[in-house]
């Protein structure tokens, strides 16, 4: 298992995500999101990950996600395009260790469905 990979680039991405803070989440909403007419259901504000399972109001994330660290909606990736290219790489070196980002699932869930795992390999 790759479960040291996915722990490092899980700490860098953490990292990238608090030095350029791009929802500025106050009282549970993202203060950056303004489109009107998002294509994904949300109010204006509502977190992305509003109806996680995984996901407390006032905790935040109770997992460590790597799928939801290196995804970011398109008018933050708009807003900050240096964020956006670096986690883009971050989410390529997942690929290249061969682990299947499984979308709001934990890291064990995530490491248990890696493709490398489903081969057999290490």
């Not at 390529?92 to 490491?111: P, V």
Request: net charge positive; proline share 2%; aromatic share 10%.
């Amino acid at each position: 298992m790759n479960m040291d990979k996915y722990s490092e680039i899980y700490v860098k991405a953490d990292a990238l995500i608090k030095q350029h803070d791009p929802c500025n989440i106050k009282d549970g909403w993202c203060t950056k999101y303004s489109r009107d007419d998002n294509p994904y259901g949300k109010k204006q504000g509502e977190l992305c990950c509003h109806g996680c399972e995984h996901h407390s109001a006032k905790r935040g994330c109770r997992v460590k996600a790597l799928s939801c660290k290196l995804w970011l909606c398109g008018t933050i990736r708009d807003k900050y395009p240096v964020l956006a290219t670096a986690l883009d790489k971050l989410y390529s070196e997942t690929i290249m260790a061969g682990i299947n980002l499984c979308f709001r699932r934990s890291k064990s869930f995530t490491m248990q469905n890696s493709w490398k795992n489903k081969k057999g390999g290490t």
